[in-house]
C-alpha cells in the first residue's frame, strides 16, 4: 500500500508540474480526486485490509488526498496569478497627456466678471435687475435730468432708431423703470449693454457692457456711500482698496462724483498706467439727483440715495489683461474658449 | 482749458503756498487737473541788459555785431535779430544762463567772440515770435541793468490744464476770474475786483442804436470807441494769450480773447465804418456768409445773425464774426460787442454750421448776463493802458430780452447733515458758501442762501446743488465714512436670471459649447458674404458705420457670421448666445425687443439628420432642465430664408411655440462650408420666463416585475413617432410606464420604429393577458390611423 500511495503520489507530482493552464489542471483534478480517479480507486483497495491496518491505510490515503488537493489548489492559484500579470502586462501604460476628446466650452468673459460682480452684490441684498437694451429718449435722458440741448448729450453718442427711440446709452436709462418697480428702499443693481455710435478700435467699442447699482433709503448719505463704495470695490479687486471721491458732473446725481481708487499695479507711488499720480479712475457715482427720485416716484423728503456705474467691459479687462476691446465681440473661438469657467 | 497761475494771482493772493499742492486741491474740490506745465522750467539766468552800440558784420548781410551792457560790464554780441537799435532794452542770455534747456558757452560767430544772446520773444516763451529780439522797450519800464528779467516779465509760470467735459456745468470757471474765485475759496483767501473804467462817465454821449429782434439773444450791449492808433498788443498781454494756447492778432482782437479768457465774456470789435448800428435777428431766407475764417457758411432760418444798420449780416451772433466788418490793419474806430445769447441756440447753429469757437463753447453754458457789462469796462480799462489816445464816442448802450430769476435756496441744517452723514461746523458752512460768491443768511433752521448770477443761469438751483457746492470745499477725503443703517430685506432672483444662468451652465459644461456676443445689427458686408437676407426692421438713423443699419430680427444671422468665421476652428463645435432681438413694432409704436436664446452648431463627419438631433437633444435637455418638461417639435413654415425648408420645426412647451429649430438652409450652409452640417435653434426667453416649471412628481418606482412588449411600426412619410406615443398615452392604461423608441430604420417611403412599451403595477405582478388587450388596442388604432404593425 505504502508503495502505492509512494507511486501515485510520484505520477501526480510529474502530472502537476506539466499541467500548464486551467484545463489541464481540471483534468489532473478529476484523474486524481475524481469519483472514478486514482485515489478513488485506492480506496476500493481499503476493503483489502482490516483492524488497524484497514484505519492507517485509510489515515494514508486521506492525507494523499488533502495533500493533492492542496497542491491543486496552490497551483491552480499560481496559474491564476501567472494569466492576470499577461493580462495586465497585455494593457500597456496609458498616455494622460492626450487631450480631451471633447473640448470644454466657454463663458464669455463677460459673462464671467458679471457673475462675480453679482455674487458680491447679491451677498450685500441687492436684487439684480434686468432691463432693455432699447429705450425711449424719457428713460435715457429725460427722467436722468437730461432735458433736450443740454450739453451733457454731447457726451454721448447716440444711436437713434427710426421709430424715434434709442439704443441706450447708459445703464442709468434702467433707472426710473426700477425706482418705479419697486419704490423705496431700494437696493438693486442693473448690468447691461449699452451703446455708443463711434467709431471702433483696440479702445472704443460700440458695444460695450456696463453695470449700475442704485441704493435707497432713508438717511443715506455720502458718508455712507464712501463706506459702500470701498468695500465693494475691496471685495471686486479682492483687496484692500483706498477710494478718493472728485467732483464730477453727471446730471442724474448732485452732488457727482468721479471715484478713483489707489493703482493695483504700483500700490499708488506712481506708475505709467496711473501717469504717475497713484490714482486709477474708476467709476462715476453720486447722491441720485432730487428730481431723479421725484419722476422715479420717490418721496425726497423721506429718501436719498445713491447711484454708481461700472464699466464691466473695462473690468473684465483689467481683470484678464485682454488689451483689444474689439476682442470682445468678434466671436473669435480661440480667444473665447480660453475662459471654461 | 489753460490756466495760467500768474494770471489767476491778479485776483488772488496766494504768496506763500505750494502752487502744486494747490493745484492738486482742485482736482479734488472742482475740476480734474490733466496736465501742470511748468513754463519757463527750462530757462534760466536772463538778464536785463542795454544795446549800447550796433554795427553791421564786415562779411554778413545778416548779422550785426552789438555791445551790450549787462549791468556788470559791457560785452561784445554777435546777433542776427533784424531790429536790432542803440539804446534797445532787450532780455540778455550771457554765457552759462539757459534757454530752452540750451546752455549758452561764450562763442565765435562768423569770426567775432559772442558773450551771449539777445533772446527773442519765443525763446523767452512769450509768443511765436522768432523774427527779431524782445523789445522790452514796448514794456516802457524803467529797468535796472543786469536785474534778472522776470523782474519785469512773467518768463516763468505754472499752467495746468483741464479737460473742457469736466467743466460742462460751470459756465464761472470758463475765465480765469472764476477760477480764482475757486482757489480763493480753497486757501481761505480774499478775491480781489477786476479793475475797470466806470462806464458811467459816457453816459451823457449818444447811444448806440441796438435793436433785438429775437428772444434768442438776451442781451446786448454796445460801445463806441476811436482814435485807437496803437495796432500791436503790448507783450504781457500776448504773452498771457499764448501762455493759454491763443495766437496774438492785432491789439483789438487780443484785447477781446484777453477778456474771453479772463471773464468768460466772448467779446467782439467790428470796424466802425462797416457797422456803426445794430440789429439782431434771424433771416427767412437761407444766404451764404462769409466768417472771419475766410469760409462761406450756409445760413438758415433759425441762425441768429448779427446786422449792421442797414440790415446787412456781419458776423454769426455768439459763434464768429463775418470777414467783412473784422478789424483790419488801418482800423481805428470800433463798435465793441459785449452780449449774451440763448445756449441752446447757439447750440444748435454752432452744431449745424460745424463750427464750434471759444465763444459759442463758452454760450452753450449758458452765461450770466450781468457779465457783459463789467466785461465792457474792463475792456476799456485795458485799452486804455494800451493806448492812451483812444476815445469813448459813445455811451454804453444795451438792450435786452431775458434775465435769469434770482434764485433763493432754503438749505435746512437737517437736509445737510443727512446729506453728509456727519456734522459740518455752521460756521464753516457759511463761510464756504461766502468764499464761492453766495449770500448766506444763517437760520433757526438752517441757511437762506442766495445764488449769484453767475452760478443761477443753471448751474445751483435747490438744495443739493448747495450740498455738493458745500462738501466739495470741505473735502471728500476729510469726510468720516460709515455703513448705512439699512433693514434687512429679502431678496428673491427673477426667473429670468435663474434662466439664463442655468442656460449657459448646461450648454458650456455639459455641452461644451461656446458663449459668444455678437451686434444687434445686421452687418451688410458680412450679410451679403452668406447671401443672409437682411429683414426689414427698426433701423438706426444715425450710425457712423454705414454698413450697420438695420436691427436684428433673430439671433442666427449674427451667429452664422461667426460660424462662418470660425470654420477653421474644429472639426465639430456649437457657439451660443443669449441676447436681443427686435421684431418690428408693437402697437404702441415702441419696439418689440425680445431676450432670445439663439444657438448655432457645425459639424464636419456626421450627417444633418445626427447634428440636428444633437440640438434637439439640447434643447430637450434645457427644458427638461428648466420647466421640467420635454417640448414637442411640430413642422413648420420656415420663418426665415435660412432655415431648411423642409424640417423647419417649431418648438412647443406646454402648448406654447417659444422658438424654432431647423437644419440651415443649403444656399447659406454650402456659402460657409459645403463639407460641413449646421443647424440652428432660437428661443424666446421672455415667452419661456411666462411659463412656471410643472411640480416634480414623484411616482414610487413598481417593487412588482412588469411586462415589456417590443412592437414594430411602419411609419409614412407624413407620420411620426409622435403618432405612436399620443395613441399609446390615449390609452389610459394605469399601468403603462413609459413608451420608449429603441430603433429607427430608413425605409424607402417612409421608416420602420421599433417602440417599447413597459407596463408596471404598484400592487401586483402583471400576467401577460392583463395587457395583452391594452396592445391590440394600440395596435388597431394605429392601424386605423395608417400606422400598421410591421409584418
Known sequence: MQEQLQALRAQFDTALRQAEDSTALEALRVGFLGKKGHVAGLMQHLREFSGEAKKEAGLLINRLKDDIAQALSLRAEALRQAELDKLIQSAGQYDTSRPPQAPAGSYHPITLTQRELERIFIGMGFAVEDYNEIVNEYQCFESLNIPKHHPARDMQDTYYLDNGQVLKTHTSAAQNAIMRKYGAPLRAIFPGRCFRNESIDACHENTFFQMEGIMIDRDISISNLIYFMKTMLSEVFRQDIKVRLRPGFFPFVEPGFELDINCLICGGEGCPTCKNSGWLELCPCGMIHPRVLEMGGIDTEEFTGFAFGLGLTRLAMMRYGIKDIRDLNAGNLKVLEQFPS | ?791
Open chain 2, 1 to 791: 482749458m489753460l490756466v495760467s497761475m500768474n494770471w489767476v494771482r491778479d485776483f488772488v493772493n496766494l504768496d506763500g503756498l505750494d502752487l502744486e499742492a494747490l493745484i492738486h486741491r482742485f482736482t479734488l474740490s472742482t475740476a480734474e487737473v490733466e496736465e501742470v506745465i511748468h513754463k519757463g522750467a527750462q530757462t534760466r539766468g536772463i538778464l536785463v541788459a542795454k544795446i549800447l552800440t550796433v554795427e553791421k558784420h564786415p562779411d554778413s548781410k545778416k548779422l550785426h555785431l552789438l555791445t551790450v551792457d549787462k549791468g556788470s560790464e559791457v560785452v561784445d554780441v554777435v546777433c542776427g535779430a533784424p531790429n536790432v537799435r542803440p539804446g534797445m532794452h532787450v532780455a540778455f542770455a550771457p554765457a552759462g544762463a539757459v534757454v530752452s534747456g540750451m546752455e549758452l558757452t561764450r562763442a565765435k560767430i562768423a569770426g567775432y567772440i559772442s558773450n551771449g544772446m539777445c533772446c527773442s520773444e519765443k525763446e523767452l516763451g512769450m509768443s511765436d515770435d522768432h523774427e527779431g529780439i524782445a523789445d522790452l522797450d514796448e514794456l516802457g519800464l524803467e529797468y535796472e541793468l543786469g536785474a534778472p528779467v522776470e523782474r519785469y516779465i512773467e518768463l516763468y509760470d505754472t499752467i495746468f490744464e483741464v479737460d473742457n467735459k469736466s467743466l460742462t456745468n460751470r459756465p464761472d470757471l470758463w475765465g480765469i476770474y472764476g477760477v480764482a474765485r475757486e482757489f480763493a475759496a480753497l486757501t481761505g483767501r480774499a478775491l480781489g475786483p477786476v479793475p475797470q473804467t466806470d462806464l458811467n462817465q459816457y453816459e451823457a454821449l449818444p447811444p448806440v442804436d441796438i435793436s433785438v429782434e429775437s428772444p434768442a439773444c438776451q442781451r446786448y450791449c454796445g460801445l463806441k470807441v476811436e482814435n485807437v492808433s496803437v495796432r500791436k498788443a503790448p507783450l504781457p498781454i500776448r504773452a498771457r494769450l499764448h501762455a493759454c494756447g491763443m495766437r496774438g492778432i492785432n491789439l483789438l482782437a487780443d484785447l477781446t480773447n484777453y477778456l474771453m479768457l479772463e471773464l468768460g465774456q466772448p467779446m467782439h470789435a467790428f470796424d466802425l465804418r462797416r457797422v456803426s448800428d445794430i440789429c439782431v435777428k434771424t433771416f427767412n431766407a437761407p444766404f451764404v456768409f462769409q466768417t472771419l475764417d475766410g469760409s462761406d457758411r450756409e445760413i438758415d432760418a433759425n441762425t441768429l445773425m448779427i446786422c449792421n444798420g442797414s440790415g446787412k449780416a456781419v458776423a454769426v451772433a455768439g459763434i464768429m464774426g463775418g470777414f467783412d466788418s473784422e478789424i483790419k490793419d488801418d482800423t481805428s474806430a470800433l463798435l465793441l460787442e459785449s452780449a449774451t445769447f440763448d445756449p441752446v441756440s447757439i447750440r444748435k447753429s454752432s452744431s449745424r454750421l460745424g463750427l464750434r469757437t471759444d465763444a459759442s463753447a463758452r454760450y452753450e453754458k449758458a452765461l450770466d448776463p450781468e457779465l457783459t457789462i463789467p466785461a465792457v469796462g474792463r475792456f476799456l480799462h485795458l485799452l486804455l493802458q494800451c493806448d492812451g489816445g483812444v476815445k469813448v464816442i459813445s455811451r454804453l448802450s444795451m438792450a435786452e430780452t431775458f434775465r435769469y430769476p434770482a434764485i433763493s435756496i432754503a438749505l435746512k441744517q437737517s437736509y445737510l447733515d443727512r446729506y453728509t452723514g456727519m456734522p459740518i461746523a455752521r460756521e464753516r458752512v457759511t463761510a464756504i458758501l461766502r468764499s464761492l460768491g453766495f449770500g448766506v443768511e444763517e437760520q433757526d433752521w438752517g441757511y437762506q442762501v442766495g445764488v449769484p448770477g453767475w452760478r443761477a443761469t443753471k448751474d445751483v438751483t435747490m438744495a443739493a446743488d448747495l450740498v455738493e457746492e458745500i462738501t466739495r470745499v470741505y473735502g471728500y477725503d476729510n469726510f468720516e465714512i460709515s455703513s448705512t443703517r439699512s433693514l434687512l430685506a429679502p431678496v428673491r432672483p427673477r426667473q429670468g436670471k435663474t434662466d439664463e444662468t442655468l442656460i449657459r451652465d448646461m450648454l458650456v459644461l455639459r455641452r461644451s459649447l461656446h458663449e459668444v456676443h455678437s451686434y444687434i445689427w445686421a452687418d451688410k458686408a458680412k450679410f451679403r458674404e452668406l447671401e443672409l437676407e437682411i429683414e426689414p426692421n427698426v433701423r438706426l438713423l444715425n450710425s457712423v458705420n454705414p454698413n450697420h443699419e438695420t436691427l436684428r430680427r433673430s439671433m442666427i444671422p449674427t451667429l452664422l457670421t461667426f460660424i462662418n468665421e470660425n470654420r477653421g476652428y474644429a472639426p465639430k463645435f456649437g457657439i451660443f448666445e443669449i441676447g436681443r432681438t427686435v421684431r418690428g413694432l408693437k402697437d404702441n409704436g415702441e419696439c418689440d425687443e425680445r431676450r432670445m436664446l439663439g444657438i448655432a452648431v457645425y459639424g464636419r463627419e456626421i450627417t444633418e439628420e445626427a447634428l440636428f438631433f444633437r440640438l434637439r437633444d439640447m434643447v430637450d435637455e434645457l427644458l427638461r432642465a428648466l420647466r421640467h418638461a420635454i417640448p414637442v417639435y411640430p413642422k413648420a413654415e420656415p420663418e426665415h430664408s435660412w432655415q431648411h425648408p423642409m424640417n423647419t420645426f417649431r418648438i412647443e412647451l406646454e402648448g406654447q411655440s417659444i422658438g424654432q429649430i431647423a437644419p440651415l438652409h443649403p444656399r447659406q450652409g454650402q456659402k460657409i462650408d459645403k463639407k460641413a452640417a449646421i443647424a440652428v435653434a432660437e428661443l424666446d426667453l421672455g415667452l419661456l420666463e411666462a411659463i412656471a416649471p410643472l411640480p416634480l412628481r414623484y411616482r414610487e418606482p413598481s417593487k412588482f416585475p412588469g411586462i415589456d412588449a417590443d412592437l414594430s411600426f411602419v411609419l409614412g412619410a407624413q407620420q411620426a413617432f409622435a403618432d405612436i406615443e399620443r395613441a399609446a398615452n390615449a390609452l389610459d392604461c394605469e399601468w403603462l410606464e413609459s413608451i420608449k423608441l429603441t430603433d429607427v430604420f430608413a425605409l424607402e417611403d417612409g421608416a420602420s420604429v421599433t417602440v417599447r412599451l413597459a407596463f408596471a403595477s404598484n400592487s401586483k405582478t402583471l400576467a401577460r393577458a392583463q395587457v395583452e388587450p391594452y396592445i391590440e388596442q394600440l395596435v388597431q388604432t394605429l392601424a386605423e390611423k395608417g400606422i400598421p404593425l410591421k409584418q
